[in-house]
């Protein structure tokens, strides 16, 4: 499929439309010669083939059935571009048959659009459901899930907002890289020597922090990676003393550690952190089918699995989050079926369900390319058995984002017992408090306080020796952003 354009400003919304319409189809653009000299009319074109889609400003006339006009009611450029991606939403759903569960919405956290909505306009439930289809397209099943998870998140956020902050601490090791990941993951096996180094650099993070935010503590302390169990025993508990070291802990209202891969875990190690007061991990399947786990590279099996949820039973953790993936090479619906009913067996206390995204960074993208697109499978419904689990659980949703190039253009959604929800999770996507993140490869970002919705980020090195080398020049950048007068 080739699109040609003279509308540059527009180009990533339209592009996105497209590849939602027709996933796993290879597509190309060209920018037209002509420039763009008019506001007044749109027409767009397909193909009597379906293979070319073109869209230009009045002056091109084109000789079929398949043409579409759009006449823009406004002349602001924000009006004109969701009048612009309604006008090619429709369009794509003419052309192809088909609708999206989210309409023309691309951003990662229409929870937080959804909100904004209701609050501002005043609008009923029924009267947002209904908004959210008038200009954004988006079904009335996903719009009424968007509002429930939002309403719950703002009366969870509620203490949070606009005051105190979280801390983010990055764990860039994993056992073995998985097919689908995009993150910031060294192999530890080839970089143990760069461990304890690491370690005294997030010893100077840690101690930088404590002045740089005046002693005050945190709300809730997210270790990610990474998998941060990826550190031995010994190592994982010189990095919890550091905290405990560092950080006062009397605000503290969550402590999560991200433990993750199953070959990651003992039993010496859920004791390390259960003595150190971590009130919440994860305990990471992505699925439970042995053929799936060895062909994304996640190098553990199915029983080791059970085995390492049984342990951390056993150490009296009572907050453990699951993540699966909808949507993995070679699975299907039945594969999905099986996954749930297991889950239904070791009864987490949270899970969060990802429908895959294909993202540029990750091994998938070449996997792709070598074995062709990964067969579809009925998507919605696959989200639908995993949701009804949650609700047999008695779990809710509680906080929902999305991605690009999401399988079934749907979303990921965490589902979580009363009293067991993610609040790091829910802040972080919410953007109601400041992140002070650190580690390589992580994003502090600053929220003010003053009205302005204004938020400021600064990042630190991906490269992990440029990180372990630069480190006074990461803290220097942490010192500037939260240094700012409000």
């Given at each position: 499929m080739i699109l040609s354009y003279n509308l540059e400003s527009f180009e990533y919304d339209v592009y996105a439309l497209l590849t939602?319409?027709?996933?796993?189809?290879?597509?190309?653009?060209?920018?037209?010669?002509?420039a763009m000299e008019s506001m007044d009319e749109l027409h767009?074109?397909?193909?009597?083939?379906?293979?070319?889609?073109m869209f230009f400003f009045a002056g091109d006339v084109f000789d079929s059935d398949k043409e579409y006009v759009f006449r823009p009611s406004s002349t602001d450029e924000r009006e004109v571009k969701w009048e612009l991606?309604?006008?090619?939403?429709?369009?794509l759903a003419d052309m192809s048959g088909r609708t999206l569960p989210w309409g023309g919405l691309t951003g990662v956290r229409p929870t937080k659009l959804i909100m904004g909505t209701a609050k501002e306009q005043g609008l009923s439930d029924e009267g947002v459901i209904r908004y959210m289809y008038d200009n954004y397209r988006v079904s009335e099943?996903?719009?009424?899930?968007?509002?429930?998870?939002?309403?719950?998140?703002?009366?969870?956020?509620e203490p949070h907002r606009g005051r105190g902050y979280g801390l983010y601490i990055g764990i860039p090791f994993c056992p073995s890289r998985c097919l689908y990941c995009s993150f910031l993951a060294y192999a530890i096996g080839a970089y143990q020597k760069y461990v304890s180094e690491y370690l005294e650099c997030i010893r100077m993070e840690l101690e930088a922090m404590r002045g740089i935010m005046k002693g005050e503590g945190p709300d809730t302390i997210y270790i990610g990676g990474g998998t941060p169990t990826a550190l031995s025993e010994d190592e994982l508990g010189v990095l919890l003393d550091l905290i405990e070291e560092n950080v006062p802990m009397d605000k503290v209202k969550e402590f999560t550690v991200e433990a993750g891969r199953p070959d990651s875990l003992n039993a010496g190690k859920f004791a390390v952190m259960k003595e150190h007061k971590v009130s919440r991990i994860s305990v990471n399947p992505q699925t439970f089918k042995d053929e799936t786990l060895e062909l994304?590279?996640?190098?553990?099996?199915?029983?080791?699995?059970?085995?390492?949820?049984?342990?951390?039973?056993?150490?009296?953790?009572?907050?453990?989050?699951m993540d699966l993936i909808l949507g993995l090479p070679g699975e299907d619906l039945n594969d999905v079926?099986?996954?749930?009913?297991?889950?239904?067996?070791?009864?987490?206390d949270s899970l969060t369900v990802h429908s895959l995204a294909i993202k540029r960074a990750s091994?998938?993208?070449?996997?792709?390319?070598?074995?062709?697109?990964i067969s579809g499978m009925d998507y919605e419904r696959a989200m639908k058995i995993a949701s009804d689990t949650a609700a047999a659980l008695d779990m809710r949703p509680y906080y929902l984002y999305r991605q690009k190039n999401m399988a079934g253009a749907l979303e990921n959604t965490g589902?979580?017992?009363?009293?067991?929800?993610?609040?790091?999770?829910?802040?972080?996507?919410?953007?109601?408090?400041?992140?002070?993140?650190?580690?390589?490869?992580t994003v502090s970002k600053k929220v003010f306080t003053d009205g302005s919705g204004r938020i400021e980020r600064c990042d630190t090195h991906k490269d992990l020796s440029l990180y372990l080398s630069d480190i006074q020049a990461m803290i220097e950048r942490k010192r500037r952003l939260f240094g700012n007068e409000e």
């Open positions: 939602s319409f027709y996933p796993g189809v290879e597509s190309k653009q060209c920018i037209a010669e002509k767009v074109h397909q193909n009597d083939d379906s293979s070319v889609s991606k309604r006008f090619f939403y429709d369009s099943e996903k719009a009424a899930l968007g509002l429930k998870i939002a309403r719950l998140e703002d009366s969870l956020l994304i590279g996640r190098r553990h099996s199915v029983a080791q699995l059970y085995d390492a949820f049984e342990q951390a039973r056993a150490e009296g953790f009572d907050n453990i989050n079926e099986h996954t749930l009913k297991c889950v239904r067996e070791l009864a987490p091994r998938m993208k070449e996997w792709i390319a070598q074995h062709g697109a589902f979580a017992r009363e009293g067991k929800y993610g609040l790091y999770n829910i802040i972080i996507m919410e953007e109601v408090q400041s992140i002070y993140a650190i580690g390589a490869g």
